[in-house]
């Protein structure tokens, strides 16, 4: 047989100029810009490439620039800019820190410089606006449509007329290999990101590190401010959020690389995390990337959208910057950049933007600090709806796992080689199952209603038995539930072993001889695939496909304690169990969300409210 060993989803690694961030400015005209910028240049994008950084183990971006006329410094022919983000194999990251810039286009470039010389566009894609060249770029000949660009071209002409400033020749770049749902933040290809605890109904989980505010505000009302903002958002989707705590990071939020599904806010730049000279606040999310499935659908699709699961989120806050010390102005901060962490980007970033529903979003690119703290403009529901629906939250299910009985005559036994693959919605139980894509290395799969079957292509001695937890196996299928409008994340079932079974009876031989000294069913009594020997009313054979000792009365599906809060049950590793509660031992219902327990503990404290009393009971899925 073949023996596959890859990762369904890796997920990205982070550091030096943050993952992911977003960022949100302080207002400044264009001649303070001009002023703050380290060299200004007019440029052309030549080409592109992502790569992970031996440093701190990041994926950055390095763009190569063609310098077609000078401003501020004095330039090489070419140069290099480089922003956190981008795609190295089957690892991405999304900054919407950076702007974006496609091959060919010609721009403003007002740069940073960090402490190691490299360059960067100095508050994200606002330090980067477009020029329409109409002639000659070796002349620098072009026409300016964009407002913020000749407010910004003018100011740097006027201040700079000489082109004097820093000497940037060491920067040539030598050359490279070239390089791509509105108001969203994107990757190159075009696909966003979501958190998906909200489809399930839980909430999203977030801690803050406040070790350090904004002069003149306290922790109260720091965290006063950061519920504020949360709500704003909850408001206008499905999302709910917990606050866990205040704690120390130790780190820049960033950094702090858990793949929890956890946001983290920091509300302080005590680790110098933030380049920009105006930036008041950034934020961001990590992201996996599935190698099947490298343009989304992991983290579910919405009205034909798809995405990318987030690992984790977090934001960033420059308390040493004097507006954040307004309340109001900080709250405003907050809520625009737990936007970012939601993948929204920026509704603008044109200071002389004209639309005004755009100009007063919370997405706009400066602060407003006009007093109206987290509440959202009517720009803002309809784009983050796009991600997170209040109506129709996309379907989830729960991967599963197979180890596959091979015989001379493959078993046709219930429940044996084949496995329950369940669904779950908020609002609907009319869901549709589909094979998206499957593996037929060592046998092949088939769907029938809700029951995936696995057929062996022959009979294979025993194999190694593949880690649960791990990302290998001998073949995969990948599926996808559907409500008509929206997709769940794929789940994925793997064949983690095969077992030879000589009786052909659906008991693997070395299960037997495991447990009764033979693999000969015949070998003693009451060791038939249908006999129960320890007496506890389980067959052998469901002993088997459960997890549990045949010789142990003990061993079954039962309750191992319980209290106000929790219950817990001796479960088989990485199955999939439902918990179900009644007033009256007649009508059960699910009590919350199935479990899958990483040990032999399940536990389960999510109880639904009620005024009577409850019994619940515990289910394991086939």
Not at 452 to 463: C, G, I, K, Q
Request: net charge negative; with cysteine.
């Amino acid at each position: 047989m073949k023996r596959f060993h890859f990762a369904c989803a890796l997920v990205c690694l982070l550091a030096l100029a943050r993952p992911a961030f977003s960022l949100t400015v302080a207002p400044a005209t264009p001649d303070e810009r001009v002023k703050n910028a380290a060299a200004i240049c007019h440029a052309t994008v030549l080409g592109a490439e992502s790569f992970r950084s031996e440093a701190d183990g990041g994926i950055y971006t390095r763009t190569w620039l063609r310098v077609n006329e000078a401003f501020k410094g004095k330039f090489p022919a070419t140069i290099t800019v480089v922003h956190r983000g981008g795609r190295v194999g089957e690892e991405g990251e999304v900054s919407s820190d950076a702007p974006k810039l496609n091959v060919g286009e010609e721009r403003l470039f007002l740069l940073g410089q960090r402490a190691d010389g490299t360059l960067f566009v100095d508050n994200g894609a606002s330090g980067a606006p477009s020029l329409a060249s109409v002639g000659s770029t070796k002349t620098a000949s072009f026409t300016v449509t964009d407002p913020n660009a000749l407010a910004l071209l003018s100011a740097a002409r006027t201040r700079y007329p000489s082109a004097s400033g820093p000497d940037l020749t060491a920067q040539a770049a030598s050359m490279l290999v070239p390089l791509a749902v509105p108001g969203l933040s994107t990757n190159a290809s075009g696909v966003s990101r979501r958190f998906t605890a909200g489809d399930r109904g839980e909430p999203i989980e977030y801690l803050v590190d406040a070790d350090f505010l904004p002069s003149g505000i306290t922790q109260a009302q720091a965290l006063a401010a950061v519920s504020n903002a949360f709500q704003a958002w909850a408001n206008v989707t499905s999302l709910r959020f917990r606050f866990l705590g205040v704690t120390s990071f130790g780190t820049a939020a960033g950094n702090v690389v858990t793949n929890d599904g956890r946001i983290r806010l920091q509300l302080h730049d005590l680790y110098n995390s933030i380049n920009g000279s105006t930036t008041l606040g950034v934020g961001g999310n990590s992201f996996s990337i599935s190698g099947t499935f490298p343009n989304g659908g992991m983290g579910g699709s919405v009205a034909g959208n798809e995405f990318f699961p987030v690992s984790y989120g977090y934001l960033v806050m420059k308390h040493t910057q004097s507006s954040l010390q307004t309340l109001a102005t900080f709250e405003e901060v907050l809520c625009h950049e737990i936007g970012h962490v939601l993948s929204m980007a920026h509704s603008s970033e044109s200071q002389f933007e004209p639309d005004g529903p755009l100009r007063q979003a919370m997405m706009f690119f400066q602060v407003h600090a006009d007093g109206r703290g987290a509440a959202l403009g009517s720009y803002d529901p309809p784009v983050v709806q796009q991600v997170y629906p209040t109506n129709n939250t996309p379907p989830y299910g729960y991967n599963r796992m197979l180890h596959v009985v091979t015989a001379g005559t493959a078993p046709n036994i219930t429940g044996i080689n084949e496995v329950e693959v369940r669904g779950y919605d908020a609002q609907t139980n009319s869901l549709t199952l589909n094979v998206t894509s499957a593996t037929a290395n060592n046998g092949t799969f088939s769907l029938t209603g809700g029951t995936l079957r696995y057929t062996p292509a022959a009979f294979f001695s025993d194999s190694a038995r593949l880690d649960p937890a791990g990302g290998s196996a001998y073949d995969r299928a990948f599926l996808r539930f559907s409500d008509g409008v929206n997709g769940s994340p794929y789940m994925e079932v793997r064949v983690l072993s095969f077992n030879a079974d000589t009786f052909s009876d659906g008991v693997p031989d070395n299960w037997m001889t495991q447990f009764f000294g033979s693999a000969n069913p015949g070998a003693g009594a009451l060791r038939g695939p249908n006999d129960d020997f320890d007496g506890d009313g389980r067959s052998n054979r469901d002993e088997f496909r459960s997890g549990t000792s045949p010789v142990d009365t003990n061993s079954v599906l039962r309750f191992t304690s319980s209290s106000a809060s929790t219950i817990n049950w001796l479960a088989t590793a990485y199955e999939l169990y439902e918990v179900q509660a009644s007033t009256d031992f007649t009508n059960w219902f699910r009590a919350g969300n199935p479990v899958v327990p990483s040990t032999t503990n399940g536990s389960f404290t999510n109880f639904p409210a009620s005024t009577n009393r409850l019994f619940f009971r515990v289910l394991r899925v086939p």
